[in-house]
């Protein structure tokens, strides 16, 4: 009965093969029977208020959770922080004095976040869900227009809404939320004035019910002009009836200008009146419409003030945090540099015990070496003290045996002349001539004995006297140690 997009169907075969009935015919749609409990359908109000284009339907209901639009507000919060959430960055700065603070980084994020926190779109939340909520409505407006009907299977509701006239559209104006927990859903009505109207209900306007008024003595009139001409039909006319029916007619046409002057009179009244009316109404509606805005708008206010609230807790919370952390950092940092000044000055002091160790090392090792280059040269030139006294005694004895040997060979040589010379007696010269020839002959034999000599031994040398021997060894002992010592004592020698 609803649905405008249901039609019956013509015929597919036609009546001529003498059948009284289609063939076959469509089954149309019936319309589901909504069941559901009758506490979600008294939760739901309705309200129409009157407009220029028509009526305003404005249903409300709670919303399904009360904390819905708080927990969407803070989703969106949670939101905005995780995209500007990061790590804070902090910079170590220092003045001209030397002191040294951390500058935070990250002061520009932090002031486009609350920039974004402020700029929530209320409405937009609060039209979502009121969309979620009036989500499963369904509104459907019959053939005819005469009926609008609202069902609902959640909520249990299957209401046929008649507004005393013609609807030509409706459409949804607007979905908020009112009082963080309200649902309100508002649909414009348009409505065709030049219908007639033929029921009132409760909700119809003052435009119909003068419409009906108007249209109810239309044809009360016109029902008697009938029923007259009737009558006058049936029982026929003399000349007294026709005057008597031109008296009446006049009487009629008088009565019926009065009664339209009258007509026009209450017309032009109800007019003022509905013009006064609508005046007040307008009025009223601006009235209420501005209570509205400054409603909504402190509400917005509100919400915004709440937020902002939270943002400046937040980030009060925030950078507390963020200082705790710099300066848990910062001691952090400082026992550190503690640490490692500490590791440093043991460090250092290990180097200058062990650089005071091995210098104690090389010293020792320094004299150690120096003994021992001593003891190696006292013990070479021991060596060379006793090589020098081997040589000088050597030759000493040497000497010794070629001054025996020289006293031996003239011994035997004067033995050897003694024995071998007779005694004879001559003269003076003779014995000089003798001695002459003796002496060369003894030179002769000494040279040739010398020459001999030469050949198989060293030149004699003269016997040194023990003091002589004593000093030169002992001018020998303090000289020093070199290659060239034992050349000169050869030399001296």
Not at 406 to 433: F, G, M
Not at 436 to 443: A, E, P
Request: net charge negative; with cysteine; charged share 35%.
């Amino acid at each position: 009965m609803y649905n405008p997009c249901i039609f019956e169907q013509l015929p597919i075969f036609n009546q001529q093969f003498g059948q009284s009935q289609n063939p076959f015919t469509i089954k149309p749609q019936q319309q589901q029977v909504i069941v559901g409990s009758a506490a979600n359908a008294k939760k739901v109000r309705f309200t129409t208020d009157a407009t220029k284009e028509g009526l305003l339907l404005t249903l409300k209901k709670p919303l399904s959770n009360t904390k819905a639009y708080k927990l969407e507000l803070q989703k969106r919060i949670l939101d905005i922080k995780n995209k500007y959430a990061q790590v804070p960055k902090y910079s170590l700065v220092s003045d001209v004095w030397g002191n040294q603070y951390y500058v935070d980084v990250t002061a520009n994020i932090q002031e486009k976040m609350v920039e974004e926190l402020n700029s929530i779109d209320m409405s937009n939340i609060s039209r979502r869900l009121s969309k979620e909520s009036f989500g499963d409505y369904e509104l459907e407006l019959n053939h005819d227009g005469s009926v609008l009907n609202i069902t609902s299977k959640k909520d249990s509701i299957d209401k046929n809404l008649q507004f005393g006239g013609i609807l030509q559209d409706f459409y949804v104006k607007t979905c908020t939320v009112e009082d963080e927990s309200v649902a309100v859903l508002k649909i414009a009505i348009v409505l065709d004035r030049s219908s007639i109207v033929t029921s009132t209900t409760d909700l119809a306007s003052e435009d119909c019910l003068d419409n009906l008024i108007n249209w109810a003595q239309e044809s009360a009139s016109k029902e008697k002009a009938v029923q007259q001409k009737r009558y006058d039909q049936l029982v026929g006319c003399s000349a007294m009836n026709d005057c008597k029916k031109i008296q009446k007619k006049k009487d009629q046409e008088e009565r019926s200008k009065k009664e339209q002057l009258e007509k026009t009179r209450r017309v032009e009244i109800k007019k003022q009146k509905k013009l006064e009316q609508l005046k007040l109404r307008r009025e009223r509606e601006l009235a209420v419409q501005k209570e509205r805005e400054a409603y909504e708008t402190k509400l917005v206010e509100e919400q915004r003030r709440k937020v902002k609230e939270m943002v400046r807790q937040q980030v009060l919370a925030e950078r507390q945090k963020a200082e705790q952390l710099a300066a848990a950092k910062q001691n952090e940092i400082a026992a550190v540099a503690a640490a490692a000044a500490k590791e440093e000055a043991r460090k250092h002091r290990i180097a200058v015990i062990e650089q005071q160790r091995l210098e104690s090392a090389a010293k020792e090792l320094a004299q150690r070496q120096k003994a021992a280059e001593l003891a190696k040269q006292r013990a070479i030139e021991e060596s060379e003290r006793l090589k020098r006294e081997q040589v000088i005694l050597e030759q000493q004895q040497y000497q010794k045996q070629l001054v025996e040997e020289e006293r031996q060979r003239k011994a035997a040589q004067l033995l050897a002349a003694s024995q071998a010379t007779p005694v004879i007696s001559h003269t003076d010269n003779e014995s000089d001539v003798d001695d002459d020839d003796y002496d060369m002959d003894i030179d002769s034999e000494s040279e040739n004995g010398s020459t001999t000599l030469r050949k198989h031994s060293s030149p004699l040398l003269e016997e040194v006297n023990d003091e002589e021997v004593d000093r030169y060894n002992d001018s020998v002992s303090q000289r020093k140690s070199s290659n060239n010592g034992f050349e000169a004592i050869i030399e001296d020698v």
